[in-house]
Structure formats: structure tokens, C-alpha cells
């Protein structure tokens, strides 16, 4: 019969239980913790300690007040230290409240050390080898269970509640007897030991709620003497000498505590017997400190109090018990497998041990090291992952993997979010971009000018693993073929003339672990091209003036607004470069061919500029934006961003109108004005030439090469205008 269960909806898997029961006699199963009749000896710790309230003791009540309510002969049988337990009431007051409450009979346990005191004087006197003493059913059952070799040391006799019972039920064979004590192990005794004369146990706690109300009945001056020192520590010793028996107090000792009794019982069980003749054994510090005392006195009050008890010299038992008082216990321990020294090391690693530093014998499980707790996996008792650093470093992984997905949802929301756009070809974009992201090769980014190329390619890099590492950028075209092999690949010092001291780090250098971003590669010279092949296909290189060759970890986005394929064809791009180059490639349409997206484009743009500006935005009237959307926008987003910086300036309200917009826009340069003096062909052309680059200029900020590709016409052709119309740039 299972004395101690478990209610498992309460169960929360703190492996308190495990911790303090001394025995391990608990197996965690889906994190919950039910106790091992096979191995439990009901000493009451899990009850104890478990703060869900989930452990449940067995229970006698409905039993008791059944037999009470039929009218039966109900016999109450008071362990010895239950006046501290109902102590400010006096024990006699206690008597005349279970009469009360309907107990025929009130008898005290001290009668049934009485009798078996003598039975202790004779055993001891006629054994030669070393006495466990057996009145404590913790102590028996621990034995019984758990240390075999030493079944046939405990004194096989009674314990006082058993031969008091046995002896009454002599004289009314038909009473039903009840035991109330301190101890959660009585109930095992009543219930599962071998020949039993006692009905019902109720502990001190469970007979006090059921007397809650009861006024007391007639009191009782019960006899005592010095047995009512019983239940203190080395109480059974004491009482033997008072007695009269001869116990050697140097070959006698009583032992009590859970440490203590286990530190004992292994010595022995390993013959080291101290030359001590007779152990008394109490595996609570006494029967006053047992699980289920439920006392308002201190440990030491209990004490004093019992031994000034203990004072009387009154003879209990009126008639010399007849018969044995004999008792027989058993070897009951089941022997659980053992695991070899590869099993442990197998489960051990399977939580991520596997050096003796791996292993930190935290406790956290309940088992006092990580070997313990393995061979109890093994055995069938715990868990294989109730190990509190094993799971915490899961739980670690798998935050920082959901953290890691949070900040990519989160980065993903706010660089996607930095590319404008709803038109299907830029959502499109979007997901290419994604995908490169994802990806670790090389992005090949193609489109116009100013249609969003390198944004394109730092939203990759800052959605890539490489996030954390340096963006590098190198624009091929505005760097002079002399110095783009230094700018790319560093130098020594005295590499060159005018090599700086100490050297210099070039661009790839710098995007270790990154990306280097190398934009317009269409203009970039051949003999380079063979250099960064080299670098590509090596992931190797030197720095100029040295031999030593080095190794970085970069990913390369590259860009052109040329036609890369067609420079292959016609041999100003090397295909291998190409190929190398276009692993993933990624093609930007024109804003002439998402011209949805311009009025998302410009309200963005007014926003960011007037925030930058702490300016007040202002409203771009239908008309104006009827010419934002109908206009080719060669020099698409950037020429866009530029029209309405500038007509943010030249409207002095706050409305946005069509004169606000550049000439070409609208057109009006071609035709808006009237001809007031007729010129020649070349001259009204040269006109309209110079008011185009005027305005071009401003709108690209003075960035001639901007400008240029805004007008579509080639660098050199624009610098050349400047000067022949002398305009100030
Ligand atoms: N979809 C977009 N949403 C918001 N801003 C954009 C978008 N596309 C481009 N831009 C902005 O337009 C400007 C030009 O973009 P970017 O420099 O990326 O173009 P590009 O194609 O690399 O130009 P180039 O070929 O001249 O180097 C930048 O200021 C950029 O922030």
C-alpha cells in the first residue's frame, strides 16, 4: 500500500523531493515526481519539503469516524511525545477530549515501551553480535530496503505501538485500534509490515482538525514514569537502564538524523561496528522532532518537558503481558541495475558532459553529482535532460536563435522599409535583395543611374550574417586606373613614391568578414579585372611591394549601369569575371517604369529633407505632381530626390507648384517662352544647352558626374560645356 502519493497537477519539477529523500525512492516521469513504494521508507521528508502541497499522505480518517459513528470499540493509542505535540493542553485534558470525540478507550504508547523493555534486556543480553535497535519504522524499513546485509542485526521484537496493540487486543480482540503519532512511518508500519495488530494511524495534525470544536470531556491522570522519555533522543537506552538492565554505555549508542543514520548504516554495512554492541537508531531527531509533530514548543522545550514528565514512578500496565513480543523483518530491497563506466558516459554526454570539468555537481536535479544523477537515469529513477545548466544553456540557444529572428524581422522591416516602393518590379526587388541576403555569394546589381543600386546593396550586407562586419564601398569609375590597384588591394611601405609610412590597408582588406561593395565594375580597366579575378578565385592577395599573401573573408556586391553582358561580347568585361561576379544577380528597373511609386518616392523624400532641415514639409499641388509622373527621369530616383530639394527652396508658400519644378520637367525651356529676338540655330541651342546644365548642376548639388549622367550626356562632354559657356561650377 502506497503511503505517501503524488498529485501531479501540483507536481511543478522542482526535484525537491528527489533532493531531500534520503533513499531516492522518487522517479520523475514527464517531469513529474511519484514516489517508490519498493523503495520509500514513509519518513516524510518529500511531504515535508514540497511546497505545491502535492505530496498526499494516506489517510485513516474516513476509516476512524466511521468506526466512531457505528459505535464500535475505537481504541486510541498516544505515541509517547504527544504532550508536546497538544501542549498548552495538559495530557490529561487531551484524554478527555478524545472521549470526547467518541474513543471508547484512551491508552498511551509508554505502556507498550513497558513491555518491551524486557524483551529488549533478554535480547540483548543473549546475542553476541551487534543490536539495531527496531521501535523506529523508518529505521526497519530503511534496512528492510535498502541495506540487506544488516536485516538480521535489527532486534527483532515489537515496537512499543505494535506489542501495546497486540497486548490489548488480547483482552478485546474485537477493538479497533488507532494509533496517533508524530510519524508518517507509523502508517507504513500499520499498513505494510508483516503481522499487524494496529487498525488506523492518524498523525498529531490530522486528530487535532478532527477534535477542532470537541469540548473537553473528563480528564485522565494516565500512570508515568520514566518512560515517557521514550521519544527523546537515546530515550530507548535510558529507559533500559532505569529499568534496570545492564547497558554498557561504552558499547551502547543512539544515533539520530538522516545524515547521521546513513553515515552509520554504510559503516556497518562495511563491518566497521566501532565495538559498539547496541545502536539506537532514530531516523527524525527523536519521535519529538518526527515529520508530523505539529508542536508550538522548541525542540529543546520538547525535551525538558517529556523528562520532567518522565518524573512519575507509576507502574502502567496493570497485568504482566502474556506471550511474544517477537517481531521478524525481511530483506525487501530490490537491486536496480547497474550501468558500465560507457553507459554513464554516454548519458552523461547526452547533456553535454564529457570531461570531468563538464560535469558541475550542482544539485539542481536532486542527485548530489552528475554521475549519480546518470546512473539513475540508467535505472529508470530520473530524466535523461532534468539538468538545470543543460537546459538553461538550450533555453540560451534557442532565446538567442528567437532573438536572432526578432532583430532579422526587425532589421529586414527597417532596411526593406528604406527601399520606397509598392510597384510589383520593386516588391520584387525587395525579394530578390532577401534572398542575397540569405545567401553568401557574390550579387551582381544592375540598372541605371540613380535607380537605387547601392542602397540595394547595403540592405543585402545589412540583412546578411556579415551585418556586424564592415560595408566597403569603392566606386571603380572615379578612382584613376593608376591608383585603383593600391585603393583595392593596399600597399607596403615604400611600395611607390608617395607610399605612405607603415602602408595602408585597401578596401578588401578593410571588409574582412564583410562586404566590398565595388560600384560601376563596368568601368573597371581590364588589367584589374584580371587582379580581382585572381583575388576572387584565391580568396588571396597581396599588398602591393609585398609577397606575403593574405586571406580575407569578404562577400562582393557589384554594380554597373552598363550592359555587363554586352562588354563581354564585345570583350571590355572578361566572361570569367562576369560569371564570378554574377552569382546572384539582381536587376533594378528605371523609375520611368514604376512611376506608381513617385508619389511614395516624394513623400519620403520631403519628409526626410524637412526632418534634416527641421523644416515644416510642404504640399505638392495635383499639377506638379502630374509632371512628377509623367517626366522620364533619366537620372531616375536621385534626380528625383534633387527636384524636390529645389523645389522646396523656390516655392516660398507652402504649395509645391508646376513653376517650382526644373525646366525640363515641364518643358518650358523648349517652349514656354516667347520669342522675342530671332537667333541663329547654334545660339538658341547653346542657349538651351547652357540653361540645362545650369540647372542640372543644381539639381546634382554641383556633382558633375551626377550631372552628367542626369543629362545623359558623357563626362568629358560636360566639362567641356562648362568651360565653352563659361559656367561657374
Ligand atoms: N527605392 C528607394 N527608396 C528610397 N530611396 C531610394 C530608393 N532608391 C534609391 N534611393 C535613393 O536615391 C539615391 C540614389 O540611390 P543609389 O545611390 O543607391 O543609386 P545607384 O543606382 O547606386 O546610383 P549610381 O548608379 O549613380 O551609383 C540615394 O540617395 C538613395 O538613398
Given at each position: 500500500m502506497q503511503i505517501v502519493t503524488t498529485d501531479k497537477e501540483k507536481c511543478k519539477a522542482c526535484y525537491a523531493c528527489v533532493r531531500n529523500c534520503p533513499v531516492k525512492a522518487i522517479k520523475i516521469e514527464e517531469q513529474k515526481a511519484e514516489v517508490l513504494e519498493e523503495r520509500c521508507i514513509a519518513c516524510g521528508n518529500c511531504v515535508r519539503v514540497c511546497s505545491q502541497g502535492a505530496k498526499k499522505i494516506y489517510s485513516f480518517k474516513e476509516i476512524v469516524l466511521e468506526k466512531i459513528k457505528n459505535g464500535g470499540k475505537v481504541i486510541a493509542l498516544l505515541a509517547p511525545s504527544y504532550p508536546v505535540s497538544f501542549y498548552p493542553l495538559k495530557p490529561g485534558e487531551v484524554?478527555?477530549?478524545?472521549?470526547?470525540?467518541?474513543?471508547?478507550?484512551?491508552?498511551?504508547?509508554?505502556?507498550?515501551?513497558?513491555?518491551?523493555?524486557?524483551?529488549?534486556?533478554?535480547?540483548?543480553?543473549?546475542?553476541?553480535?551487534?543490536?539495531?535497535?527496531?521501535a523506529c519504522p523508518a529505521i526497519v524499513s530503511l534496512i528492510e530496503k535498502h541495506y540487506p546485509t544488516l536485516v538480521n542485526h535489527l532486534a527483532p521484537i515489537k515496537s512499543p505501538?505494535?506489542?501495546?496493540?497486540?497486548?490489548?487486543?488480547?483482552?478485546?480482540?474485537d477493538a479497533f485500534l488507532v494509533f496517533i503519532g508524530p510519524c508518517i512511518a507509523k502508517?507504513?508500519?500499520?499498513?505494510?509490515?508483516?503481522?499487524?495488530?494496529?487498525?488506523?494511524?492518524?498523525?498529531?495534525?490530522?486528530?487535532?482538525?478532527?477534535?477542532?470544536?470537541?469540548?473537553?470531556?473528563?480528564?485522565?491522570e494516565y500512570p508515568r514514569n520514566f518512560t515517557q522519555s521514550f521519544?527523546?533522543?537515546?530515550?530507548?537506552?535510558?529507559?533500559?537502564?532505569?529499568?534496570?538492565?545492564?547497558?554498557?554505555?561504552?558499547?551502547?549508542?543512539?544515533?539520530?538524523?538522516?545524515?547521521?543514520?546513513?553515515?552509520?548504516?554504510?559503516?556497518l554495512t562495511n563491518n566497521r561496528t566501532s565495538g559498539v554492541l547496541f545502536y539506537d537508531l532514530l531516523f527524525c531527531r527523536g519521535c519529538i522532532d518526527g515529520p508530523e509533530i505539529d508542536s508550538e514548543l522548541t525542540y529543546i522545550e520538547r525535551r525538558q518537558y517529556l523528562l520532567e514528565l518522565s518524573k512519575g514512578n507509576k507502574t502502567i500496565l496493570s497485568k504482566k503481558p502474556a506471550g511474544t513480543f517477537r517481531a521478524r523483518y525481511t530483506v525487501k530491497a530490490r537491486k536496480l541495475p547497474l550501468p558500465t563506466e560507457e553507459e554513464i558516459r554516454e548519458i552523461l554526454a547526452y547533456t553535454d558532459k564529457f570531461t570531468p570539468e563538464d560535469?558541475?555537481?550542482?544539485?539542481?536535479?536532486?542527485?548530489?553529482?552528475?554521475?549519480?544523477?546518470?546512473?539513475?537515469?540508467?535505472?529508470?529513477?530520473?530524466?535523461?535532460?532534468?539538468?538545470?545548466?543543460?537546459?538553461?544553456?538550450?533555453?540560451?540557444g534557442e532565446a538567442e536563435f528567437y532573438r536572432n529572428k526578432y532583430e532579422m524581422e526587425n532589421r529586414k522591416k527597417y532596411y526593406l522599409d528604406g527601399?520606397?516602393?509598392?510597384?510589383?518590379?520593386?516588391?520584387?526587388?525587395?525579394?530578390?535583395?532577401?534572398?542575397?541576403?540569405?545567401?553568401?555569394?557574390?550579387v551582381l546589381i544592375q540598372g541605371e543611374s540613380g535607380v537605387g543600386k547601392e542602397i540595394a546593396a547595403r540592405t543585402i550586407h545589412y540583412l546578411s550574417e556579415r551585418a556586424d562586419k564592415p560595408f566597403v564601398a569603392i566606386n571603380c569609375a572615379a578612382i584613376p586606373e593608376s591608383l585603383l590597384e593600391s585603393e583595392l588591394f593596399g600597399y607596403e611601405e615604400g611600395a611607390f613614391t608617395g607610399a605612405k609610412r607603415g602602408g595602408k590597408a585597401g578596401k578588401i582588406e578593410q571588409a574582412d568578414g564583410g562586404t566590398l561593395f565595388l560600384d560601376e565594375i563596368g568601368d573597371m580597366p581590364l588589367s584589374m579585372q584580371v587582379k580581382l579575378l585572381r583575388f576572387i578565385q584565391n580568396r588571396e592577395f597581396e599588398r602591393i611591394g609585398s609577397n606575403t599573401p593574405r586571406k580575407v573573408d569578404i562577400r562582393i556586391i557589384a554594380a554597373t549601369n552598363q550592359p555587363l553582358a554586352k562588354l563581354v561580347k564585345e570583350g571590355r568585361f572578361r566572361m570569367d569575371l562576369y560569371y564570378r561576379l554574377n552569382v546572384f544577380n539582381i536587376n533594378i528597373p528605371p523609375l520611368r517604369e514604376r512611376r506608381d511609386d513617385i508619389p511614395l518616392l516624394v513623400n519620403r523624400f520631403m519628409n526626410e529633407f524637412c526632418e534634416r532641415r527641421k523644416m515644416a514639409p510642404k504640399i505638392v499641388t495635383s499639377e506638379a505632381m502630374n509632371i512628377l509622373m509623367n517626366y522620364s527621369w533619366p537620372g531616375n530616383i536621385r534626380e528625383l530626390q534633387n527636384v524636390i530639394e529645389r523645389a522646396y527652396y523656390l516655392a516660398e508658400g507652402n504649395l509645391i507648384k508646376p513653376e517650382h519644378l526644373p525646366a525640363q520637367l515641364t518643358s518650358k525651356a523648349l517652349s514656354g517662352e516667347r520669342i522675342t529676338k530671332i537667333t541663329t540655330f547654334k545660339e538658341a541651342v547653346a542657349e538651351v544647352e547652357k540653361k540645362l546644365i545650369i540647372e542640372g548642376l543644381k539639381a546634382t548639388n554641383y556633382n558633375k558626374l551626377a550631372c552628367a549622367k542626369l543629362l545623359g550626356i558623357p563626362r568629358a562632354t560636360l566639362y567641356q560645356k562648362i568651360k565653352e559657356y563659361g559656367i561657374e561650377a
Open positions: 484524554h478527555g477530549k478524545l472521549k470526547a470525540f467518541g474513543f471508547t478507550r484512551v491508552e498511551e504508547v509508554t505502556a507498550g515501551v513497558e513491555i518491551i523493555l524486557p524483551e529488549y534486556g533478554k535480547y540483548l543480553k543473549e546475542t553476541q553480535d551487534y543490536v539495531i535497535s527496531s505501538m505494535e506489542a501495546l496493540a497486540k497486548y490489548i487486543k488480547m483482552e478485546e480482540p502508517k507504513n508500519e500499520a499498513l505494510n509490515f508483516r503481522e499487524n495488530y494496529i487498525d488506523a494511524v492518524l498523525t498529531f495534525k490530522e486528530i487535532k482538525e478532527l477534535l477542532k470544536g470537541v469540548n473537553g470531556g473528563d480528564t485522565y521519544p527523546i533522543p537515546g530515550g530507548l537506552i535510558l529507559s533500559l537502564k532505569q529499568r534496570g538492565y545492564e547497558i554498557e554505555s561504552r558499547r551502547s549508542i543512539s544515533v539520530e538524523g538522516k545524515e547521521q543514520i546513513i553515515e552509520t548504516l554504510e559503516s560535469e558541475l555537481n550542482c544539485g539542481a536535479c536532486g542527485y548530489n553529482s552528475c554521475r549519480e544523477k546518470a546512473i539513475a537515469v540508467y535505472q529508470g529513477l530520473a530524466e535523461i535532460d532534468m539538468c538545470l545548466p543543460f537546459l538553461l544553456k538550450k533555453t540560451r527601399i520606397t516602393g509598392q510597384t510589383e518590379k520593386i516588391i520584387e526587388v525587395k525579394k530578390l535583395i532577401e534572398k542575397a541576403a540569405m545567401s553568401d555569394g557574390n
